[in-house]
């Protein structure tokens, strides 16, 4: 009985012969089958590696797409502890505050310095996008304390966000002298930066005089 010979063939663009790269369609191998006894013969080995390397490639970002999917189902399992929190983002000058009795300390050690509260959740996707913005702020004025809090860590601070009738977050309240003089709620930074700049300005006046 003869020997089967299978010889695959595979069209290469024009490009890939010159050794470009390029993203292209590669026909689908072709088989001839002859009654010969030769060895098989397969594909060139630069080829093969191509060929490979686009699979492990489209397998890495197929994974990818998964796990980011995995997150967006199980918001509350990222960033869980406050401990994932700080590796997670630069603070800057932001101090995170974890208890009434710890906000009522730094109101009042800040003395006649203008302090910027971040009431915010760690479920909350608005908190997360303006909390850079906040951080870099911090940076610019380090005259002025920004403090964070997290209502949703535990019975004390869910418990410090009633007592501030806070109803949506990301809530940002400013205070001088431990009165508070200022109280808005949204993630926009120009809205932000505006309130900021009216009340940190008449503190300078104020120190000014």
């Keep these: 009985m003869a020997s089967v010979m299978v010889r695959a063939t595979v069209s290469v663009p024009a490009a890939l012969q010159n050794g470009q790269v390029v993203c292209s369609q590669v026909s689908a191998p072709s088989v001839q089958v002859a009654q010969k006894s030769k060895p098989v013969f397969v594909v060139a080995k630069h080829n093969c590696r191509l060929f490979s390397e686009e699979r492990r490639i489209q397998s890495r970002f197929s994974s990818q797409a998964l796990g980011a999917r995995g997150v ?6 990222v960033a869980s502890s406050r401990a994932e929190l700080a590796e997670d983002a630069d603070n800057g000058n932001v101090i995170e505050v974890t208890s009434a009795e710890e906000m009522a300390r730094q109101l009042e050690e ?4 203008m302090v910027v509260v971040d009431i915010s959740t760690r479920t909350c996707g608005p908190c997360k996008l303006i909390y850079p913005k906040v951080v870099k702020m911090s ?4 005259d002025v304390l920004f403090l964070k809090i ?3 860590i ?5 418990t410090l966000m009633r ?5 949506a977050v990301p809530n940002f309240r400013f205070f001088l002298n431990g009165k508070l003089i200022h109280s808005h709620s949204g993630a926009k930074e120009d809205e932000l930066r505006a309130h900021f700049l009216t009340h940190y ?3 300078l006046n104020v120190s000014a005089q």
């Design 110 to 113: 800040a003395g006649d310095r």
């Design 139 to 142: 940076v610019e004025y380090p």
């Design 201 to 203: 300005v008449k503190t």
């Design 72 to 77: 967006r189902r199980q918001p509350s399992s």
């Design 163 to 167: 007592e501030w009738g806070v109803k």
């Design 154 to 158: 535990d019975n004390g601070t869910r």
């Design 150 to 152: 997290n209502g949703d």
